[in-house]
């Protein structure tokens, strides 16, 4: 087959020079199609990125396309602030109903803006207000977004030096394992908090990921995560869970700290909440932490209609039965587990590791560049997968929840491939 080099001229010489993964990705890119892309020549990809974690349901999924199109038919409100609107009403009953009561969670929703950052915020700007202080505590190779308050969070010296001003009021702590169990969990963070002598001012919160994606698909262990939990409760810290690639089912349960067994004060939600792959946020937190002035944070597209009918759809469909979609990720999580164990064991000289939860998983490398080198030659080979980590060392595995057995064998195929074919 013969593949005809793609015309990018136009992104060279009219787009910033600040794109990234078309880079990756040298193609452009026409239709998708639940686990498949296709350029416009026609070629097939298969993704196993999913939008970085935003098309868990995969690409114009035909359940919430029709939802859309139907809505959209019948002239529905695209546009609404925060205006009440049917969709709007609609979603908030069926994310009570389905998400929300079955798992005895007590929040308030808040809609902040289109993006994940915007929802983190909104937190650290809620949890500063409830609590008078200013100190959040954030852990090694988080990352919880590009704008200031939410990259001042972040542990990514590359990011964070995007800034281009002191990012302060954040103290950083060992995230699991990243001290390789030289020192007992907490005991460095429980001794700053007990020491008036400490220098560490008494935190607002504590933000969290359970499952770190961009630092490198660092997953905390259940126990730790519920001695956090425990830790912030006894000092009097809210505790901020950052779900916005991990939630929606990402790793098995709707939200990625069911497994731990907490009840976080504050919890972020965006990506894949829309099923679609369109804009949308959630900051959930506590009734009683409900102290907004009317209007003290708002957004101009903090109501996107269409993404509130299709997040209803994606529901309905998929969160009805919560345990058949646990189940589908879990399943499609121990085959791609198992082909990674047969990947560093047959490259056991190169692979320094491999580890996640539910449909999240990362294949790190003792050589920094070789993932880097994989990833390139998947997508030769038809395969999308991105890189992670702070030196990119980890290929990053993020296929759709909704992809078949079939489809994620192929993909494991390739890649198990692309790892034999590079040095």
């Known amino acids: 087959m013969t593949i005809s080099q793609p015309d990018l001229s136009t992104f060279e010489s009219l787009e910033s020079a600040v794109r990234s993964y078309c880079r990756a990705w040298p193609t452009v890119f026409d239709r998708a199609r639940g686990s498949r892309m296709y350029d416009e020549n026609g070629r097939a990809y298969l993704d196993f990125f999913a939008g970085a974690g935003s098309l868990n349901y995969g690409h114009n999924n035909p359940v919430l396309k029709r939802a859309l199109a139907d809505y959209l038919e019948r002239d529905g409100v695209t546009h609404g602030l925060d205006m009440a609107t049917v969709a709007k009403r609609t979603f908030l009953r069926t994310f009570q109903e389905l998400v929300l009561h079955p798992r005895g969670l007590p929040y308030k929703v808040m809609f902040p803006g289109p993006t994940g950052a915007n929802a983190v915020e909104a937190a650290l700007k809620l949890a500063r207000k409830v609590t008078g202080r200013a100190t959040v505590v954030s852990f090694t190779n988080a990352f919880h977004g590009m704008s200031l308050g939410a990259l001042a969070v972040t542990g990514n010296a590359f990011k964070r030096a995007g800034a281009g001003v ?45 499952v770190q994606g961009e630092g490198g698909v660092n997953v905390a262990r259940p126990a730790w995560l519920s001695t956090l939990a425990e830790l912030c409760l006894r000092h009097g810290v809210l505790l901020i869970v950052d779900d916005i690639q991990m939630g929606c089912g990402r790793t098995g349960a709707f939200f990625s700290f069911e497994d731990a067994g907490i009840v976080p004060d504050i919890v972020t939600v965006s990506k894949s909440i829309s099923g679609y792959g369109l804009p949308m946020s959630l900051c959930l937190f506590r009734s009683e932490l409900d102290v907004w002035e009317p209007g003290e944070h708002n957004g101009t597209f903090r109501g996107n209609n269409p993404a509130f009918v299709t997040a209803t759809a994606a529901l309905r469909t998929y969160w009805t039965d919560a345990t058949a979609m646990e189940k589908q990720t879990r399943a499609g999580g121990r085959l791609v587990e198992e082909a990674l164990a047969a990947i560093a064991a047959e490259h056991h000289t190169e692979v320094k590791g491999y580890r996640g939860r539910g449909l999240v998983w990362g294949l790190e490398f003792h050589d920094r560049g070789r993932a880097a080198r994989v990833s390139r030659r998947a997508f030769e080979l038809g395969l999308l997968v991105e890189t992670s980590g702070v030196h990119g060392e980890v290929v990053k595995l993020l296929p759709a929840l909704t992809i078949t057995a079939d489809e994620t064998r192929e993909g494991l195929r390739i890649l198990s491939r692309a790892v034999s074919e590079t040095r």
């Not at 907490?186 to 908090?193: D, K, N, T």
């Open 166 to 210: 002191p990012l302060t009021h954040v103290t950083t702590m060992p995230f699991d394992h990243y001290l390789g169990g030289a020192a007992e969990d907490f005991s460095w963070f429980e001794r700053l908090l007990d020491d008036p002598g400490s220098g560490l001012d008494r935190p607002a919160a504590v933000i969290v990921e359970t």
